[in-house]
Nanobody
Framework: QVQLVESGGGLVQAGGSLRLSCVVS????????MNWYRQAPGNERELVAS????????NYKDSVKGRFTISRDNAKNTVYLQMNSLKPEDTGAYYC????????????WGKGTLVTVSS
């Protein structure tokens, strides 16, 4: 059973930075793509960033390109999201997960970590 524990969120002023971490236990981590998602109040969960199993390939939602960086440490079963130049619209709960489990309808979600950006 896969367990996902997100951390690193908090309250930050616009223009500030945060680094989120997601520690994964259970299942096979190395070589599997991982995604970061966020859910703003009243909105559906959306994909923010993706990273390949090796970490060599990444993709981002247009609104975060140039500000967010996704990375991973396969030795630590951890995926990170460095968020710079934060904006109030980045506010929300952030989650990580395996896209293959989501596509298969088998994904369990962690508790997420809350990011609040004040203007």
């Amino acid at each position: 059973q896969v367990q996902l524990v997100e951390s690193g969120g908090g309250l930050v002023q616009a223009g500030g930075s945060l680094r989120l971490s997601c520690v994964v236990s259970g299942g096979f981590f190395s070589g599997r793509p991982m995604n970061w998602y966020r859910q703003a109040p009243g909105n559906e969960r959306e994909l923010v960033a993706s990273i390949s199993g090796s970490g060599a390939s990444t993709n981002y939602k247009d609104s975060v390109k140039g500000r967010f960086t996704i990375s991973r440490d396969n030795a630590k079963n951890t995926v990170y999201l460095q968020m710079n130049s934060l904006k109030p619209e980045d506010t929300g709960a952030y989650y990580c997960n395996y896209p293959d489990l989501i596509r298969a309808g088998m994904a369990d979600w962690g508790k997420g970590t809350l990011v609040t950006v004040s203007s």
